[in-house]
């Protein structure tokens, strides 16, 4: 049992705490980060790849708070590498949403190891809720257009870990066989 882990686990849930997750359900946002690091552990990561998973989203997710998380902060916190990861897989929110998306595809390849496994454990447990609990203002088009987009970026992250590429195989084709059920 590792304390930092569960150190980060309580940061992301106090960060996350009046976050909710897209669906219909409103999820705890905290509930997608602890899919990504189970995904990761699963998958074998090691810890501080685990922890990027857990804080994966802080960064962005904050920047409207009061006292925004910054890579600095978890710099402090959780070590260089960990900080790295997050920064690496967090968005320019100041570039336009197509740019952003645009550059998650163009941009996957060139990012750490851990990075590219944190990144592809976010797009299979995204595409595990497109499944189990969509985005509720999302029409189906836009849904489907995720699914392809997020085909794009694994096609950049995958090739370290033969376990998460399977799952994320599954998720994908999963995830259109909802679509094309509900369509
Ligand atoms: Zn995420």
Known sequence: MSARVLEAALFAAEVHARHRRKGAAEEPYINHCLEVAALLAAHGAEEDVVIAGLLHDSVEDSREDPQPVTVALLEERFGPRVA?????VSDDKSLPKEVRKARQITQAREKSEGAR??????????????????PARWPHARQVE???????????????????????????????????ARG
Do not use: H, Q, S, T
């Open 117 to 134: 496994l944190v990144a592809l454990a976010d797009k299979i447990a995204n595409l595990r809720a497109i499944r189990r609990d969509p």
């Open 84 to 88: 790295a990861m997050v920064a690496e």
């Open 146 to 180: 995720y699914v392809g987009w997020a085909g794009r970026v694994a096609e950049g992250l995958r090739g370290l870990n033969p376990g998460l590429d399977a799952a994320f195989d599954a998720a994908y084709r999963e995830a259109l066989a909802e679509l094309a």
